[in-house]
């Protein structure tokens, strides 16, 4: 019987053994095409697929209540990945460290393949979840949930139709859902998670893809949409300055906090160093969700590598690195942008290289704590007027529903380089919480956070990171004002706004000549603001009771963008004065009023290259007249200045000896102005 049981068993080694050779042959092979011939834009294949996009999606009623679009950089339960992986083993170790990874797998067979990868890799088991079900792909990004709080203390997940045809990826978000036992919501407007971030106070931003991705929404009715299903108050849409393919929006920028923005730099002589430092200066000139100006950090991405391709979870910050020279300054910037965070770096799986378009972040999702303990609170920032205290507000929300302890919500603070000191908060009404910070003397520094604890076990700060990085203001030097500028915000809501300007007057009120020593804008060139008079070049006196008139004018060949927004300057030696400017080309009137009986010229194509056909319509036989007018407001081109009769024309209009930019066709029948944008780009 003994030969006979060492038969059995060599033969139960030898099926044991095809059985692991099978299984890790099916392991290489799902590693070595982990997205099953899809990439990360949609294929040939796809393409001829398109109108299965948002097929059969069906969208619910919003969220109930106060809805808030939880950021990436708030409290996370942990991390969605995908199996077959886009991300290395040690990256995930280091993950499930602190936090929760969450697997997707294909089926059962996949999940006790990962088990064994897993253990065999040091991850901690302990901090690892599964959920079966089918993907396309490994960018969880691009399709995974996007969480939001709503109601009384609940946490959601609002789904869109995925802006590709992958129906098993497409249905992640809902099986998520149902998964954690949490409601699901659907939003109809095609999204993709690489091209979107939110600040969790309201103000979202995504590239003109969300635009030429929903043709059947106008702009208005997108952003309402936003508002209703994730509470953004403000949706910043901006141009893609890569000229890439994908259009996403982490393939250069990342919000960090409500007012800090990450945008990646490249030197002088790459294509792109125009739009992108463009893009910088927008978000350099707007407002974030603190009543200031973003403060915008930089990396350095010469050789295009994806630095801004990063994931933020809690209190660790991975990067994509290239193994290159360029890495340890990424990652300073980080250090640099984020202080208190842990910095971490990591390549790629040789089989899932990080490109510029397809890193870290596109393979990775947060998953928001859906216990929370949320802190939401307007900071006191820059320069703030002396007072006999300043008084600290802020909602404290406990989303686990067990309460906050009543002596754990603080206020810490410190005076200059002075030690920290402690300030009880006190809960006046519901989860309303409140304390003083004494009065100091003028031109001290003011630096603070809070901090709070609940039944749950959760602490948390604002800001997130608490010390490290606090909020910090100053009290105001008070001195009385030489000059005033007013008024404080200039809106520019038509065309005619635009060439002709805006005033702001500039008074010296007090009893002695004033110096000024400039006036400008705070973007940089070619942002397209210029000022007159052009013959008043600071420095120069102005008198006791003299003033001056500055007329604001916009140049619309100097950028492509549709939103502008900047800050006019005015300095003396004793002061800066800042006027707000603000421009959105999709707000302008297009027609001025008239009798109707015309309509507005139109362009096609647009963008011109070489020619375009002008078309337009009269009620009336007369003279037409359709000029090109360029940024400054000078006729650049006539294309009619004749009679016509009654009904429709088409006109060829040859734009080749043009610069490159952005022109007004302007057509004038005597009774109605009408202005067309056009674009000419060679």
Request: charged share 20%; net charge negative; aromatic share 10%.
């Amino acid at each position: 019987m003994a030969p006979i049981s060492t038969a059995i068993t060599m033969r139960i080694r030898f099926y044991a053994a095809i059985c692991i050779l099978l299984s890790a042959i099916s392991v290489m092979a799902q590693q070595a095409d982990p997205n099953h011939g899809l990439k990360h834009w949609m294929t040939p294949e796809e393409a001829s697929h398109r109108d299965l996009i948002g097929r059969g999606f069906v969208e619910t009623d919003p969220p109930a209540g106060i809805v808030r679009n939880v950021e990436e950089f708030g409290p996370a339960e942990g991390v969605l990945v995908r199996y077959p992986f886009g991300i290395p083993i040690n990256l995930i170790k280091e993950m499930a460290e602190d936090d929760t990874v969450t697997t997707i797998v294909g089926n059962a067979s996949n999940q006790a393949s990962v088990t064994s990868q897993y253990q065999s890799n040091g991850v901690n088991l302990a901090h690892c979840k599964f959920l079966i079900a089918p993907t396309d792909t490994y960018w969880t990004r691009d399709y995974g949930p996007w969480y939001v709080t709503y109601g009384d203390k609940q946490v959601g997940i609002v789904d869109f139709p995925y802006n590709r045809p992958r129906p098993n990826d497409d249905d992640i978000p809902k099986k998520l859902a149902t998964s954690l036992g949490i409601e699901w919501f659907g939003m109809n407007v095609i999204q993709t998670g690489g091209n979107y971030m939110t600040d969790g106070m309201g103000q979202s931003a995504s590239t003109t893809l969300v635009w030429e991705e929903n043709p059947g929404q106008s702009h208005e009715q997108i952003a309402q949409k936003m508002h209703d299903y994730l509470g953004i108050e403000n949706y910043m849409v901006v141009p893609d300055p890569n000229g890439t393919y994908i259009d996403h929006i982490d393939c250069w920028g990342k919000f960090l906090a409500p007012d800090k923005i990450l945008i990646r730099k490249v030197p002088p002589t790459h294509p792109q160093y125009t739009l992108i430092e463009n893009t910088a200066a927008f978000f350099a000139s707007s407002i974030s969700s603190y009543g200031t100006p973003y403060r915008v950090f930089r990396v350095n991405t010469p050789n295009d590598e994806p630095y801004t391709n990063s994931f933020i979870l809690n209190k660790k910050v991975f990067v994509p690195i290239m193994g290159n020279s360029n890495d340890n300054a990424a990652l300073l910037a980080y250090q640099t942008a984020m202080p208190g965070y842990e910095i971490l770096g990591y390549l790629a799986n040789p089989s899932a290289p990080w490109e510029s378009t397809d890193a870290l972040h596109c393979r990775t999702h947060e998953m928001a704590d859906r216990g929370m303990l949320y802190i939401k609170h307007m900071p006191l920032l820059g320069q703030v007027t002396a007072q006999a205290d300043f008084e600290i507000n802020a909602d404290i929300v406990p989303f686990s529903k067990q309460p906050v302890y009543s002596d754990s919500a603080w206020v810490i603070y410190k005076v200059n380089s002075g030690a920290w000191d402690t300030l009880s908060m006190v809960n006046s009404a519901g989860d309303h919480w409140t304390a003083s910070i004494p009065g100091q003397m003028e031109g001290d520094t003011v630096s603070y956070f809070i901090t709070a604890a609940d039944a749950s076990g959760r602490r948390q700060n604002h800001p997130f990171i608490g010390a490290p990085d606090p909020h910090v203001f100053i009290i105001q030097v008070f001195s009385p004002p030489d000059v005033t500028v007013a008024p404080d915000t200039l809106q520019f809501e038509t065309w005619e706004d635009m060439y002709h300007g805006k005033k702001a007057l500039v008074r010296n009120y007090s009893s002695q000549p004033v110096t000024i020593n400039r006036i400008n804008t705070q973007g940089t060139d070619p942002f397209g603001w210029y000022i007159d008079p052009w013959n008043i070049e600071p420095p120069f006196i102005l008198n006791s009771g003299d003033s001056l008139i500055l007329n604001v004018k916009i140049d619309l060949q100097a950028g492509k963008t549709d939103i502008r927004c900047d800050t006019l300057q005015v300095s003396t030696d004793a002061s800066v004065h800042n006027v707000f400017l603000c421009l959105d080309l999709d707000l302008l009137t297009g027609i001025n009023p008239g009798d109707g009986t015309s309509s507005e010229p139109e362009v096609f194509p647009n963008p011109v290259q070489t020619t375009a056909t002008v078309g337009f319509s009269i009620e009336k036989a007369g003279r037409v007249k359709i000029d090109v007018i360029s940024g400054t407001g000078q006729v650049a081109a006539t294309i009619a200045d004749n009679n016509f009769s009654k009904g429709k024309h088409s006109l060829t209009w040859n734009a080749q000896k043009l610069p490159s930019g952005i022109y007004l066709v302007r057509f004038d029948d005597g009774h109605t102005v009408g202005y067309t944008k056009v674009l000419v780009n060679r």
